[in-house]
């Protein structure tokens, strides 16, 4: 079945929206909450990083720091995992960008003019007109900042997305209806072919995300893709170490899959 990996405008429905279709399709419905509750499983560390830095714009420091390489390797892990399981709804942090390879994924941006975001924020979170603007502008340009940072992607880059809906001229009822009707288009391009590349690019990333996470290792090159049905692990290690343990939390992540080590000696 399709995926939805819907972008969203601060007070542009994105959440409202995520829900009705997935109880429209009984999707999963795959948002901040549920992200953090997976990342506090794989680690308390991991989970507190991610409700202080979630679609946050990241200081120069942050980018090369290991705990958030390894928060945003592990959250990415999540969001393939959950659209290789098929059926679900995306919810921001980037997912129509990791899943940019997947012919079968929907991705969409949800707009709205300023001032309807601006009232429905207003009533959401009991705010004044200033202050409910105020928020709106944080929280847009830090969502904005998060995928440049992270992705090198401009947000409002319309390349990005097969659609752009404006919930400001659109109930939430009308998107809804329309993206399920996308959605049912998308199916016929879930081939056998392109699920199991979708399969192969989650489990890359879950063996990458349990190597950044690892503080045995500390190698901020390393990088984790299938090639040819292949799991080939490239970057730089500082010692036979840290080979070991790449080799070991390899096997214990793909099993019987094939993988290839091209790492290097600093």
Same mark, same amino acid.
């Not at 391009?189 to 399969?199: C, I, K, Q």
């Given at each position: 079945?399709?995926?939805?990996?819907?972008?969203?405008?601060?007070?542009?429905?994105?959440?409202?929206?995520?829900?009705?279709?997935?109880?429209?399709?009984?999707?999963?419905?795959?948002?901040?909450?549920?992200?953090?509750?997976?990342?506090?499983?794989?680690?308390?560390?991991?989970?507190?990083?991610?409700?202080?830095?979630?679609?946050?714009?990241?200081?120069?420091?942050?980018?090369?720091?290991?705990?958030?390489?390894?928060?945003?390797?592990?959250?990415?892990?999540?969001?393939?995992?959950?659209?290789?399981?098929?059926?679900?709804?995306?919810?921001?942090?980037?997912?129509?960008?990791?899943?940019?390879?997947?012919?079968?994924?929907?991705?969409?941006?949800?707009?709205?003019?300023?001032?309807?975001?601006?009232?429905?924020?207003?009533?959401?979170?009991?705010?004044?007109?200033?202050?409910?603007?105020?928020?709106?502008?944080?929280?847009?340009?830090?969502?904005?900042?998060?995928?440049?940072?992270?992705?090198?992607?401009?947000?409002?880059?319309?390349?990005?997305?097969?659609? &752009?809906? /404006?919930?400001?001229? +659109?109930?939430?009822? %009308?998107?809804?209806? !329309?993206? =399920?009707? #996308?959605?049912? *288009?998308?199916?016929?391009?879930?081939?056998?072919?392109?699920?199991?590349?979708?399969?192969?690019?989650?489990?890359?990333?879950?063996?990458?995300?349990?190597?950044?996470?690892?503080?045995?290792?500390?190698?901020?090159?390393?990088?984790?893709?299938?090639?040819?049905?292949?799991?080939?692990?490239?970057?730089? &290690?500082? /010692?036979?170490?840290? +080979?070991?343990?790449? %080799?070991?939390?390899? !096997?214990? =992540?793909? #099993?019987?899959? *094939?993988?290839?080590?091209?790492?290097?000696?600093?």
């Amino acid at each position: 079945m399709a995926i939805l990996a819907i972008s969203r405008e601060y007070g542009a429905g994105g959440r409202d929206i995520g829900r009705q279709v997935a109880q429209r399709l009984s999707y999963e419905y795959v948002d901040k909450e549920r992200l953090f509750q997976d990342l506090d499983k794989w680690g308390k560390r991991w989970g507190q990083t991610a409700r202080e830095l979630d679609e946050v714009c990241p200081t120069l420091w942050e980018r090369h720091d290991w705990q958030y390489r390894g928060y945003l390797a592990a959250l990415e892990a999540l969001i393939l995992t959950y659209a290789a399981a098929d059926r679900v709804v995306l919810i921001g942090r980037g997912a129509f960008l990791l899943l940019r390879e997947v012919p079968f994924c929907l991705k969409v941006r949800l707009v709205a003019p300023l001032e309807v975001r601006v009232e429905r924020i207003m009533v959401r979170e009991s705010l004044d007109r200033g202050r409910a603007e105020e928020l709106i502008g944080r929280v847009d340009r830090d969502r904005a900042c998060y995928l440049q940072a992270n992705y090198g992607k401009d947000w409002d880059d319309r390349s990005n997305y097969d659609l &752009i809906l /404006n919930t400001g001229s +659109l109930s939430y009822d %009308q998107v809804t209806d !329309l993206l =399920v009707k #996308e959605l049912a *288009e998308k199916d016929r391009l879930a081939t056998p072919a392109a699920r199991a590349r979708l399969v192969d690019l989650a489990l890359a990333k879950r063996l990458q995300a349990k190597i950044a996470t690892d503080p045995r290792i500390l190698a901020p090159t390393i990088q984790v893709q299938p090639v040819d049905g292949v799991i080939v692990v490239s970057g730089v &290690i500082h /010692n036979p170490k840290e +080979l070991t343990l790449i %080799q070991e939390i390899a !096997l214990e =992540v793909c #099993e019987a899959r *094939e993988i290839r080590l091209e790492l290097k000696h600093r």
